[in-house]
Nanobody, 134 residues
Framework: QLQIVESGGGLVQPGGSLRLSCAAS????????IVWFRQAPGKEREGVSC????????NYGDSVKGRFTASRDNAKNTVYLQMNSLKPEDTGVYYC???????????????????????????WGQGTQVTVSS
């Protein structure tokens, strides 16, 4: 059974940083692209980033480009999202999702994934809350 658990969320002031983790069990993350997405209250899910199977390449949504960095440690079966210069509009629940036949980094984070149905993905977690507020 593919299981993913996100962690590392919390309350941070604007301009602060957080590092989220995405840990997998029951499968090896090496075979999957990992996509981070988020959902703010009352809003649709929004793609944040993807990192390819090797961890060499990644891509980002326009709203986080230059501030967030995705990476992975396949030896630890874990993917990370380093979030810097956080803004109140970054508030939301953050999820990671695995897809075996992904196209990261060539895919567009903003338009190429169906976050409404999640049909593109093989597994995703319950999410971790990030709140950016003074």
């Amino acid at each position: 059974q593919l299981q993913i658990v996100e962690s590392g969320g919390g309350l941070v002031q604007p301009g602060g940083s957080l590092r989220l983790s995405c840990a997998a069990s029951g499968f090896t993350l090496d075979y999957y692209d990992i996509v981070w997405f988020r959902q703010a209250p009352g809003k649709e899910r929004e793609g944040v980033s993807c990192v390819d199977k090797s961890g060499v390449s990644s891509n980002y949504g326009d709203s986080v480009k230059g501030r967030f960095t995705a990476s992975r440690d396949n030896a630890k079966n874990t993917v990370y999202l380093q979030m810097n210069s956080l803004k109140p509009e970054d508030t939301g629940v953050y999820y990671c999702a695995a897809l075996e036949y992904g196209n990261c980094p060539d895919s567009s984070i903003d338009s190429d994934y169906d976050f409404a149905t999640m049909d593109d993905f093989d597994s995703w977690g319950q999410g971790t809350q990030v709140t950016v507020s003074s």
